[in-house]
C-alpha cells in the first residue's frame, strides 16, 4: 500500500500569478522543488492583487489581496487567511502548516494552528528580528510586527533559519534557538554554474569587472558601495561597477556617482529577469555586497554558485561561504581595500570562486533545502 503524500500549507506574503511571474525567486524554486515530494497549498498574503483562486506550477494559491494595506488595514486580510488555514486545518486537508517570514504569515499560521492538534512551522527569512532605525529598517520598529513575529516565534514547533549569524540575533533576542534549524534557501545549481549560455544578460565591461546585485534602498548600502569604488577607482581607473536593481535611491545615487566624477564607470542596469541572472554573474571578477542587514542574502549563494569570490561585512551567510573575503566593519575604506587585495592575485580569485562553488553545492542547492524541509515536515506532522 502506497503512504499517503503529507499535505502542507505554505502561507507567505506572495506568490508567482503566473508560470513567468518571477516574485521571489528563491521561493518559486523552493515550490517547484517541494511539489515532487509532497502535495502543497500556497496562502498568498499580499501578492498577487486578487482574491481569486488559481493554479501555478500544478499548485493550488489561496490569495487575499492585500496589496499594500498596512496598520488596521491589513487586519480583514489576515483575519480572512487565518480562518482559510484554520478551515483546512479542521477539515483534515492539511496535515500542518508552514509560514514563511515570521510577522503576517507566523501570525496567520500559527494562530491558525491553534486547538487543530497541528504544529506549525515558521521560518525567518527577513529582517523581522532586526532594528536599524538610522535608515528605517527592521522588523522590531514595528510593533505590530514585533508582536506578531514574537507571538509566532513562541508559538511555532519549529523554526529555520538561513544563517548562523540569524541564529545568533534570535539569542540575542531572548529567543530558545537551540532547536531552531539552521535551512538555507538553496539555488538551483544547474542554471547558477560558472557555465552555460550568456542568454540575454548585458555585457558587463571593466577590467576589473565589479557587480552588486540588489535593491537600491538603504539597507543594502548601496551609498557604502559608492564610496568603496571610488577609492577602488583611484587605483584602477579601467574597474567599472554594475548595479543590478531597482529602488527608491537611484536618482540619488546616480547624483552622486555624478559627483564623484564616476557617471562613466558606474552602469545601472535596473532589474533583469532572473533567468538571465547567471550569464551576469559570471561576467563579474567579483560581487560586491554591502548590506547592512542580510537574513541570508540569496544573492550571495547564487554569486557562489556560479563560481564568484563575494566581498563585503559579516552579514547573513556570508561569513559561512568558503572563499568569501570578510569585512571587519562597514566602513568605506576597510572595504575597499579588501577588493583591491583580492582583486591584486587573478589565480587566487579564481581559487576562492571555486571553493564558493564547492560549499554551495555542499550546502546550499534546492534540492538539499527540499530534501531537509521534507524531513522536518515529517517530524513536526509526526504525532
Not at 537600491?216 to 536593481?245: D, I, M, N, S
Amino acid at each position: 500500500m502506497t503512504a499517503r503524500r503529507l499535505r502542507i500549507g505554505l502561507v507567505v506574503p506572495g506568490f508567482s500569478a503566473d508560470e513567468h511571474d518571477w516574485w521571489i525567486p528563491a521561493l518559486r524554486d523552493l515550490v517547484v522543488g517541494l511539489r515532487e515530494h509532497i502535495d502543497l497549498t500556497v496562502f498568498a498574503l499580499r501578492y498577487p492583487h486578487t482574491t481569486s483562486p488559481y493554479r501555478v506550477f500544478d499548485v493550488p494559491v489561496v490569495p487575499f489581496g492585500g496589496a499594500e494595506a498596512r496598520r488596521l488595514g491589513r487586519l480583514p486580510m489576515i483575519v480572512r487567511a487565518m480562518r482559510a488555514v484554520r478551515a483546512s486545518l479542521r477539515a483534515d486537508q492539511l496535515d500542518g502548516v508552514h509560514a514563511l517570514w515570521a510577522h503576517e504569515p507566523g501570525l496567520v499560521a500559527t494562530a491558525a494552528s491553534v486547538g487543530t492538534g497541528r504544529r506549525p512551522l515558521v521560518s525567518l527569512l527577513g529582517g523581522e528580528l532586526t532594528d536599524l532605525p538610522d535608515i528605517g529598517y527592521g522588523g522590531q520598529l514595528s510593533r505590530f510586527n514585533r508582536w506578531a513575529s514574537n507571538l509566532a516565534l513562541r508559538r511555532a514547533h519549529a523554526v529555520t533559519v538561513g544563517s548562523e549569524s540569524l541564529r545568533d540575533l534570535g539569542a540575542q533576542r531572548g529567543y530558545a534557538v537551540a532547536g531552531w534549524h539552521r535551512l538555507p534557501l538553496g539555488v538551483d545549481t544547474r542554471k547558477f554554474s560558472p557555465q552555460g549560455a550568456p542568454g540575454n544578460a548585458p555585457q558587463l565591461d571593466g577590467h576589473p569587472c565589479l557587480l552588486s546585485v540588489g535593491a537600491l534602498v538603504p539597507v543594502k548600502g548601496p551609498e557604502l558601495l559608492l564610496e568603496c569604488f571610488a577609492t577602488v577607482h583611484q587605483q584602477l581607473p579601467q574597474a567599472r561597477l554594475h548595479l543590478v536593481g531597482e529602488g527608491a535611491l537611484r536618482q540619488r545615487l546616480m547624483e552622486t556617482a555624478r559627483s564623484m566624477d564616476l557617471a562613466a564607470d558606474v552602469r545601472f542596469h535596473g532589474t533583469i529577469d532572473h533567468v538571465d541572472m547567471p550569464g551576469v554573474y559570471r561576467q563579474a571578477d567579483v560581487v560586491v555586497v554591502t548590506s547592512y542587514f542580510e537574513s541570508q542574502s540569496v544573492v550571495a549563494v547564487e554569486a557562489a554558485a556560479c563560481g564568484r569570490t563575494l566581498i563585503g561585512p559579516a552579514v547573513g551567510v556570508l561569513p559561512e561561504i568558503d572563499g568569501a573575503e570578510i569585512c571587519v566593519s562597514h566602513d568605506a575604506s576597510a572595504i575597499a581595500a579588501g577588493l583591491l587585495q583580492a582583486l591584486s592575485d587573478r589565480n587566487l580569485l579564481r581559487r576562492r570562486g571555486a571553493l564558493a562553488r564547492a560549499w554551495v553545492l555542499r550546502e546550499a542547492t534546492v534540492r538539499s533545502t527540499v530534501d531537509k524541509l521534507v524531513q522536518l515536515y515529517e517530524e513536526v506532522t509526526h504525532q
